[in-house]
């Protein structure tokens, strides 16, 4: 398949760091409850990601799907410091330091670009928060990993990081669609330098359906000759979000880098994000969110 030269924007990270700002996820569709084996498919999807310029991989440990990231970045033949990986600790409660040995063993790699603490909800306390985050701040400084960041983080948790912290959080990983925009913390992030990235951007136009962004989306991805999943990843990049999605088509994948070719304009965006605060949708975490907390 032809590659799409427009270059993937880059965001500037607090650190000095740059991100691309689309990301390829290892996670929901190629996700292993049980370790079952390395998984072909899951690798010959990252190599097809990677040759079409997919260059932000996003990872975890939970989603067992580490080794095939390896054997992808190897077998891709690009090299490493072309990428830009990011892995996550689950619980950052237990030894954040041998986790992360253990996901860059996995990986084959001396070092992540990103590492995040996955999600805050297995912390009692602030001071648990806090402690495990300078945790994060040494395995920086040992150069383990470039930047640091956290993923499912609300105000609160933030609030608690950054009354110790040395090093601010690089990024919050966060879902993120027209129908869970989160001003609060967006604002909160913009305040202290914190970049958001997306997950489930995709979700007002595949899972979330039927709702109030379907027309509007159907209208913009006629005007702009791309899918609404294109709109959707562009209406992340153009509030400085960097989208993470995924597909196991090679099309999707392909289509999904047109995001790069257009712009959507102030308006556009004012009236999804009017139309989506009709709804409220979520696709993760669900079971440990409370409705209240679509800050
Ligand atoms: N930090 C966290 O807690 C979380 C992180 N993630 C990360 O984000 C990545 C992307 O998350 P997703 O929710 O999968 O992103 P997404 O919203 O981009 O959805 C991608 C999914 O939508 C499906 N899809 C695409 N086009 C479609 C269409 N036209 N109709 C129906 N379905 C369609 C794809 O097959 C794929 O499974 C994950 O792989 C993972 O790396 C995901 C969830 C939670
Ligand atoms: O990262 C979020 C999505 C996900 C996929 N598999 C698991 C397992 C445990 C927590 C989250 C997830």
Aim: aromatic share 8%; proline share 5%.
């Amino acid at each position: 398949m032809a590659k799409i030269h427009t270059p993937i924007p880059s965001l500037k990270l607090n650190d000095g760091t740059s991100m691309p700002m689309l990301g390829y996820g290892t996670g929901t569709a190629w996700y292993k409850k049980t370790d079952t084996g390395l998984d072909q498919a899951c690798i010959d999807s990252i190599k097809l990601a990677i040759g079409l310029d997919y260059t932000h991989l996003d990872g975890a440990e939970v989603y067992k799907t580490e080794p095939e990231l390896g054997i992808a970045i190897k077998e891709s033949g690009v090299p490493r410091e072309k990428l830009y990986v990011v892995t996550k600790v689950l619980n950052a409660k237990e030894d954040v330091e041998g986790s992360l040995k253990t996901s860059l063993k996995k990986l084959q790699l001396d070092y992540v670009d990103l590492y995040l603490i996955h999600q805050p909800f297995w912390a009692k306390s602030d001071e648990e928060l806090q402690s495990s985050w300078a945790e994060m701040e040494k395995l920086k400084e040992a150069g383990l990993t470039k930047s640091i960041g956290v993923s499912n983080y609300l105000q609160n948790h933030l609030e608690a990081v950054l009354k110790t912290a040395k090093v601010v959080p690089a990024c919050n990983q966060i879902e993120f669609h027209p129908y869970l925009q989160h001003p609060g913390l967006l604002d909160f992030h913009k305040k202290h330098g914190i970049a958001t990235t997306a997950y489930g951007p995709l979700s007002a136009a595949t899972k979330a359906k039927p709702g109030p962004t379907d027309d509007f989306l159907a209208a913009l991805a006629k005007k702009y000759a791309v899918s609404e999943g294109e709109i959707s990843l562009r209406w992340c990049i153009d509030q400085d979000v960097v989208p993470i999605t995924t597909s196991g088509k090679e099309q999707r994948l392909s289509d999904y880098l047109r995001a790069a070719t257009f712009k959507l304009t102030p308006a556009e965006i004012k009236e999804m994000n009017e139309l989506g605060q009709q709804k409220h949708y979520r696709g993760f975490w669900g079971h440990i969110f409370s409705e209240d907390d679509r800050s």
